[in-house]
């Protein structure tokens, strides 16, 4: 049984921009949590995240005929207008670690083991926060979005190669900083799982 073909981002993009409403309402829809998050790893700040989805789509809908496909994805546009109002923001507000409060969990899940991973997914989330921003970036697009390097590469308007090496070093930064963090930790007698997901 063959489901129905789903539009591709650039046909409602297409549709947005010969007035089909639906087009715009769909695109949205589908693109909104990924730009949100994006945005949210790296303010670290909910309110800004959301302040800066709504900027992405305000702009595609005033700028969507900039959009080029041979430049790259629909979505790597989208992450590309978000840095820039990010970065814009950061800018304006200085940087702050307001890292976004962990998860719910489950009523019925261990309390020690949910505490001991809320804790370990703060320190993952402090230790991407405080990443220069250009390092910030490619750890948030290609780990957490899992974009590939030429995705990322024109979400960042740069070469595939700069992100490739941003990516190895932020890599490093990370592990060094997890290492600092745990060995804290285990100074303080505090638990830490080797794994966290954030």
């Known amino acids: 049984m063959m ?67 041979r430049r790259g994805s629909l979505a790597a546009f989208l992450y590309g207008i978000a840095r820039n109002h990010v970065l814009r923001s950061l800018d304006r507000q200085g940087f702050r670690d307001s890292t976004p409060q962990s998860e719910p969990a489950s009523p019925d899940a261990d309390p020690l083991g949910r505490l001991t991973r809320n804790e370990t997914i703060q320190s993952v989330r402090s230790a991407v926060l405080a ?42 930064l990370l592990a060094e900083r997890l290492r600092d963090t745990s060995r804290d930790s285990l100074v303080a007698g505090q638990i830490k799982p080797a794994r966290c997901s954030i």
């Open 3 to 69: 489901g129905e073909q789903l539009p591709s981002d650039e046909d409602l993009l297409q549709r947005m921009l010969s007035g089909d409403e639906e087009g715009f309402v769909t695109l949205y829809r589908r693109r909104q949590a990924g730009v949100y998050r994006f945005a949210l790893h790296m303010s670290g700040s909910e309110t800004m995240a959301e302040d800066v989805t709504q900027e992405v789509f305000l702009a595609l809908m005033r700028e969507a005929a900039k959009f080029d496909a």
């Open 131 to 172: 990443l220069p921003v250009h390092y910030r970036e490619v750890v948030v697009l290609c780990e957490l979005h899992e974009m590939d390097y030429a995705q990322a590469a024109a979400a960042l308007g740069c070469a595939v190669g700069t992100v490739r090496s941003r990516l190895h070093r932020a890599r490093g």
